[in-house]
T-cell receptor, first 111, second 111 residues
């Protein structure tokens, strides 16, 4: 039973355009959400997070939106750059409990 | 700051053998979590150590055990290896916050 779902295994976006990565969750007790980025042969790198008391968090080119009623969050990257090509993991936790990861979405930025 | 380090980088074992993986946390971090990432999947939580004790555990059999030392470094032990244990094993450290910093992982292949 997947509590965090990333339904798009891959996504291709033109350089300079907006990349939108989506994530759905089933556990309404999750109160903290994170996005990680992973390059081959490296561990996941923390990108951005959002608490359940907010609906938006922005950090430079990265913005995360949270829709609690729909149990949905999304990561927007604008403008997309070649170095953004990686696997992106959505993750969630409840309090200090363990972090649950989705299966990831592979983002390809096209020249 | 060296960040989270893991050893070895790669490991090949045969079924039935035992393996020990090692992790040194990021400076200032006292909590270590271990994850298993199978091919095409997101990281799955194995367990977390804090103050040399297992604080939380995911859905993994008792063949998976761990230890945390006074200097906060940690080991993951897997006994009676199965083919299905082949995966990337990730260590993450934190300071009791949600944000975890990951190491590059140990790639375990069981033949």
């Amino acid at each position: 039973d997947q509590q965090v779902k990333q339904n798009s295994p891959s996504l291709s976006v033109q350089e300079g355009r907006i990349s939108i990565l989506n994530c759905d969750y089933t556990n309404s007790m999750f109160d903290y959400f994170l996005w990680y980025k992973k390059y081959p042969a490296e561990g996941p790198t923390f990108l951005i997070s959002i608490s359940s008391i907010k609906d938006k968090n922005e950090d430079g080119r990265f913005t995360v939106f949270l829709n609690k009623s729909a149990k949905h969050l999304s990561l927007h990257i604008v403008p997309s750059q070649p170095g953004d090509s990686a696997v992106y993991f959505c993750a969630a936790s409840e309090g200090d409990d363990k972090i649950i990861f989705g299966k990831g979405t592979r983002l390809h930025i096209l020249p | 700051d060296a960040g989270v380090t893991q050893s070895p980088t790669h490991l090949i074992k045969t079924r039935g053998q035992q393996v020990t993986l090692r992790c040194s946390p990021k400076s200032g971090h006292d909590t270590v979590s271990w994850y298993q990432q199978a091919l095409g999947q997101g990281p799955q939580f194995i367990f977390q150590y804090y103050e040399e004790e297992e604080r939380q555990r995911g859905n993994f059999p008792d063949r998976f055990s761990g230890h945390q030392f006074p200097n906060y470094s940690s080991e993951l032990n897997v006994n009676a290896l199965l083919l299905g244990d082949s995966a990337l094993y990730l260590c993450a450290s934190s300071s009791r916050a949600n944000e975890q910093f990951f190491g590059p992982g140990t790639r375990l292949t069981v033949l």
